[in-house]
Nanobody, 126 residues
Framework: QVQLVESGGGLVQAGGSLRLSCAAS????????MGWFRQAPGKEREFVAA????????NYLDSVKGRFTISRHNAKNTMYLQMNSLQPEDTAVYYC???????????????????WGQGIQVTVSS
């Protein structure tokens, strides 16, 4: 079955950087659009970034544009989120997600994603 495992989270000071990784198994990775979502305490889960099959199309939450970069390495079955200039408002649990097979659209709502990782904590201190 499909498994998504996030890594690379942790605690960082404001202005610092982290790179999240999502290792996928149990699927033909290049046939799935992928995305990152996050959820902070007391808030709804929100879209962060998404990427198409071969990385030709991407989409970002407005507040992270210019700071975060989504990418994928299909030969390694891995997706990444490079996060720079982190701020306290970026503190959340970050989730890796995969769309159903054969869909090559960068959807921005969680209902379009079938598979989810367990999430990883990112904490940014002031």
């Amino acid at each position: 079955q499909v498994q998504l495992v996030e890594s690379g989270g942790g605690l960082v000071q404001a202005g610092g950087s982290l790179r999240l990784s999502c290792a996928a198994s149990g699927l033909t990775f290049s046939r799935h659009g992928m995305g990152w979502f996050r959820q902070a305490p007391g808030k709804e889960r929100e879209f962060v970034a998404a990427i198409s099959w071969f990385g030709s199309s991407t989409n970002y939450l407005d507040s992270v544009k210019g700071r975060f970069t989504i990418s994928r390495h299909n030969a390694k079955n891995t997706m990444y989120l490079q996060m720079n200039s982190l701020q306290p408002e970026d503190t959340a649990v970050y989730y890796c997600a995969a769309q159903p097979r054969s869909i090559d659209v960068v959807h921005t709502t969680s209902s379009h994603y079938d598979y989810w990782g367990q999430g990883i904590q990112v904490t940014v201190s002031s």
